[in-house]
């Protein structure tokens, strides 16, 4: 398919851009490749998001079927791409060809998740109380809440998920799933890729007579379009995965306008790791090489990249560094995404060593390909507790091991330690135990807690929650991986004594779609 | 009960406070009265939250049924109080003693509900994914999660419900249900009954051995005390009932923080009330008393009260129009909880008579006496459409009429709506399915529908919805009465492969609880 390097509005490529312009790069080459891609102008933001609220009147009210439909063809359409998406995704970033498989068919089968939740339909969480007429000194009104979608959606795409967390990825999935037209700011590090993924969603509306403007694709690379999309007044929501720095920028944005919005950015975080005595001491090796893996996973370009592992100082502690920094030294270098994140790796690794010890690391990288070096370093709590940008995520394949004196220095360590996205406990049935008071303190830290695994690895599942305290997220309340992430998208919205037929199917008597709803403070599915 | 005016932390009073001092006003009686009250300083704030994060690592560990008992004992503690509490909070408010009776109700029904909730159980959405360890390529994780709370929460009191929203009133028990310790800001309206009902709630914690920073009351007035109390880095949520203009100015400083923190401010809204031909003819004069009463009430101090109506002119509306104005001329005047409320009233009606008809009222009102006269204007919809202020809340008993030439200028006026708590139509059976693009209309504009009925009298249940699009509260997607209020302090948190005794009993696979759970997908209480 030859490319054209255009924004998509209305389900067309948009001519009329004119300005500044970019290209792909191939980080494994050092070279920029492909077409001129040229940035959306700020009238195309605006026709994007006119286009996107004239379709959400024709779309929020499309049954849950036909939205089911278009889901599961933006799937096909995508599958449909075939080896041509493969290939240019690994052009422009540098990930093996079997991994960007894995994460194809990770896209597809969130797409065809979301189509199930909705076609399942519960997610709108019905609930109703019925009337109670003769009841004093007032009657109980009729009173049947479910949600309704918010509106036109802006989604950023990601550059370490090129095709999961991007153009058809998590956050456009779910707002589709939700109700929502969706806007998707291309991370300018896959152009083509977005555009590839972009007009297959565009075929799959046409497919499924969706108005076109359920969907447009902005290009560009400029903060100023980014702020432009959230600040517009069409806006309702934004979903986002990226850095802290341009999370909390659109956060801001949005929080200033007139009408604020929510945001929804996942900015990653350290992971941290806590390895208890007993684990360190029964297999502390065993730790080490799947440390080694978790942290080196990607080229370590995974929000959930464990950068952190606390553990008490010991004989067995002292073995484990050793072990690691063996593991570390003999690590190959890996591709990263673009030039970018790997000056952001490279000042990250300064400043680690700058303020801890070196382990081992750094063999071979070639910058010209845009290559990183694997590092491990380590330090004491107390050190690490003195210098908060010790607890700082470096965005990469390095981890940073904290020694700590005994126990009551280990809690300092997790008691002061930012939200994070994860955290995780290794340890035996006995630490475990002992140590229950750390569960309920990384609680209160991080959205997911693995015991004996690593962070690395998400789940797309009910139970998931891909989600932490700031600056992990913006929001804490919710997710961005899993069938719940289709609630970001979504409000409230209670009926009061309407007659059936004037309520949405969902709420009515007979329960036409068979939901699970919680009637009289009870759930059934009657 | 001798008042001693001084702010409560740790469950004892503030002695140290002794900078600025205000004293309660009888609205009434046009005077002050009662012990001088200490505004709190920074430093009692920040004691106060430094106390509230100490108390919530024991707080969120407490079993069900010791909150619950705490809630109840509230409740209790609030009831005994007696008639000292109504009389009080009748002269700090000039509220009829039966509508304090009556808010006295709510408020610890309100309280014994969440104490139900939290007994129950399953508000905190426990979702369990079994294990697949045989899953190709990669073994599915056994992920379980389910709702935790969110940390301290400040609570500022409303001046309209003295009980119901303000020390112990809803924000205030759905976060310490939620197992959030509460920091209430006491609104300067009513000090007294703020000392004596934070006294019952000091009671109740020692009575259930709860710790002493689980609550605590700040007095002031200032709005250097709200900041202090929204931008303390142990301020974990905001509940706030008010104003646009300080609802807006707590979310712009949180939002503002290092950390953002969420803020359910519910800052009221003109709840348009959309009167259809159908119902104008048959029924017109009954809906213009039913108006008159549902403006009326409570001198117009309720977030719900209908500060707009909207129809289509012609014969009928003209003898609706006469009919309001008959009975707003007759209707008495009321007084207002407080000066500050009266002159942001007057300024209100001002505009009102500055833009548009004056139909009738302002009868008999005496100043001194902080009494407020009914008013009903109208206007047509050119002038509605052209004029945003009249589409802006004016806080007391007025209401604005506005006539449309035909249904095509109806449809503008409901589009050009800003976000409303409530939204009202009243028609047929026949009226509905006429207008059935009006309900889809107004779901994206407000939280509840109202079908021929009035908005004011918000039902305390599970499908309760009290809450709307900006400007009626910061966060659409919450609501702050009923049950699912709870959700709005709590954060979900996901164990990946804990082994069953270190997980939270809501999430073992016995289910000790007897939870309503979404294991692998179904809901079950097995």
Redo the contacts between chains.
């Keep these: 398919m030859e490319l054209h390097g255009r924004s998509i509005v209305g389900g067309a490529p948009v001519f009329e851009d004119g300005g500044e312009s970019f290209r792909a790069f191939d980080p494994s080459e050092g070279r920029e490749f492909g077409p001129e891609v040229f940035e959306a102008s700020r009238a195309t933001v605006a026709r994007a998001l006119e286009e996107a609220a004239h379709a959400f009147d024709v779309y929020r ?1 499309k049954g849950a079927d036909e939205v089911a439909l278009f889901l599961e063809s933006i799937a096909r359409h995508v599958e449909a791409l075939g080896d041509e998406l493969v290939e240019l995704a690994r052009a422009e970033t540098a990930l093996p060809v079997e991994r960007l498989k894995g994460e194809r068919g990770r896209t597809t089968a969130q797409l065809r998740m979301f189509a199930e939740v909705v076609r399942e339909g ?1 997610w709108v969480e019905a ?3 019925r009337a109670a007429p003769e009841r004093k000194p ?1 009657p ?2 009729d ?3 479910m949600l ?1 979608p ?2 036109p959606v802006a989604v950023f795409g990601a550059s370490n998920f090129p095709l999961a967390f991007s153009v058809a990825g998590g956050d456009t999935a779910s707002a589709l799933a939700a109700g929502c037209p969706v806007v998707v700011k291309g991370h300018p590090a896959h152009p083509g890729t977005s555009e590839l993924v972009a007009r297959a969603v565009v075929a799959a509306a046409e497919e499924s007579l969706m108005p076109a403007g359920v969907f447009s694709l902005l290009q560009g690379r400029s903060p100023e379009l980014s702020l432009a999309l959230v600040e517009h007044p069409r806006t309702k929501a934004v979903g986002f995965t990226g850095s802290l720095r341009v999370g909390r920028a659109l ?2 944005a949005a ?2 306008r007139p ?2 919005i ?1 945001v929804y950015a996942e900015m990653g975080s350290v992971n941290p790791v806590f390895v208890l005595p007993g684990a360190l001491r029964e297999r502390g090796a065993e730790f080490a090489e799947g440390l080694r893996q978790s942290v080196t996973l990607g080229t370590g370009q995974f929000c959930t990249n464990p950068g952190l592992v606390v553990a008490v100082r010991g004989e067995t502690f002292e073995q484990f560094l050793d072990r690691t920094d063996e593991l570390f030294a003999a690590a190959p270098p890996g591709t990263m995404l673009n030039p970018g994140i790997l000056r952001g790796y490279g000042e990250g690794v300064e400043r680690l060593r700058r303020l801890a010890k070196l382990g081992a690391g750094g063999a071979g990288a070639d910058a010209s390909r845009t290559q990183a070096a694997a590092y491990v370093f380590s330090t004491d709590a107390e050190t690490f507790l003195d210098n908060h940008e010790l607890g700082e995520e470096v965005f990469g394949p390095s981890t940073l091991v904290v020694g700590c004196q005994g126990v009551e220095e280990l809690r300092r360590v997790a008691e002061g330690l930012e ?1 994070a996205l994860t955290a995780t406990i290794h340890g035996t ?1 006995e630490d ?2 002992e140590y ?1 008071w750390l ?2 303190a990384l ?2 830290k ?8 690593f962070p690395t ?1 998400v ?1 797309v ?5 891909h ?1 932490g ?3 992990a997220t ?4 919710t ?1 961005s991986v899993g069938t ?1 992430a289709i609630k970001r998208f ?10 059936q ?2 309520l949405p199917l969902e709420l009515r008597d007979d329960n036409p779609r068979g939901l ?1 709803r ?1 009637v009289d ?1 009870r ?1 059934t599915r009657d």
């Design positions: 009210r519960s609930v109703i109380d007032l109980k009104p009173l049947r809440r309704v918010l509106g956060f801001d929080a200033q009408e604020p929510p939200g049935a475990l135990r229950a569960v309920r609680e209160q991080a959205g997911r807690l693995v015991f004996n695994g690895g789940e599942s009910a139970a998931m929650q989600g305290p700031y600056p913006t929001d804490a309340r997710t719940a979504a409000r409230p919205v209670c009926y009061q004594n309407f007659p037929d004037a699970w919680l403070n759930w």
